[in-house]
T-cell receptor, first 112, second 113 residues
Framework: GQQVMQIPQYQHVQEGEDFTTYCNSS?????IQWYKQRPGGHPVFLIQ?????EVKKQKRLTFQFGEAKKNSSLHITATQTTDVGTYFC????????????FGPGTRLSVLP | EADIYQTPRYLVIGTGKKITLECSQT?????MYWYQQDPGMELHLIHY???????EKGDLSSESTVSRIRTEHFPLTLESARPSHTSQYLC????????????FGPGTRLLVL
């Protein structure tokens, strides 16, 4: 079954509202990465988190890695129409054959 | 912008035809991947490679095959295309190691009639 889950699956927000997507793993992760895929495009790397409890910011985006290294979140402050797309988390698991696994993604729609 | 290329970008083909989707990267990455993705949906890993002469099946069963004769090249072949193969196919690569950021190609959109 799916080892990395994301919620919500879809999110519709009004421009200017905040948005958060959550990523949860059934196993401890060595690190977690976040990718963004614009409609019609391909996934593009945003950031990597490695340390327990780590928080990183990129302008209006805040990324957090849980203390147990099993969950992560991406928060966007004051969404803009350019934030539209699907946000994927991807976890790196030690000691697995294919040790990099993507979550199913959260699709964000921003209404102007 | 990542140096990873896919051809063709779009392909419309009839049932039963053999097709090869090309993927090349100039970054010297050891690892390469093929994902299948329906519009707006999950990324399904179908094949990956750790390096030359290494190929592994991914989480999603696929009737396609891959080869890795050269580091920079990771083609995917469908011997007999069927309408159920209609999807987007994304190739990616990463450097072996703990970071392993994946760089994606632009994708091939396949339509099998």
């Amino acid at each position: 079954g799916q080892q990395v889950m994301q919620i919500p699956q879809y999110q519709h927000v009004q421009e200017g509202e905040d948005f958060t997507t959550y990523c949860n793993s059934s196993t401890t992760l060595s690190n977690i990465q976040w990718y963004k895929q614009r409609p019609g495009g391909h996934p593009v790397f945003l950031i990597q988190l490695v340390k327990s409890g780590e928080v990183k910011k990129q302008k209006r985006l805040t990324f957090q890695f849980g203390e147990a290294k099993k969950n992560s979140s991406l928060h966007i402050t004051a969404t803009q129409t350019t934030d539209v797309g699907t946000y994927f988390c991807a976890g790196f698991r030690d000691n697995y054959g294919q040790n990099f696994v993507f979550g199913p993604g959260t699709r964000l729609s921003v209404l102007p | 912008e990542a140096d990873i290329y896919q051809t063709p970008r779009y392909l419309v083909i009839g049932t039963g035809k053999k097709i090869t989707l090309e993927c090349s990267q100039t970054m010297g990455h050891d690892k390469m991947y093929w994902y299948q993705q329906d519009p707006g949906m999950e990324l399904h890993l179908i094949h990956y490679s750790y390096g030359v002469n290494s190929t592994e099946k991914g989480d999603l069963s696929s009737e396609s095959t891959v080869s890795r004769i050269r580091t920079e090249h990771f083609p995917l072949t469908l011997e007999s295309a069927r309408p159920s193969h209609t999807s987007q196919y994304l190739c990616a690569s990463s450097r072996q190691g703990h970071q392993e950021t994946q760089y994606f190609g632009p994708g091939t959109r396949l339509l099998v009639l």
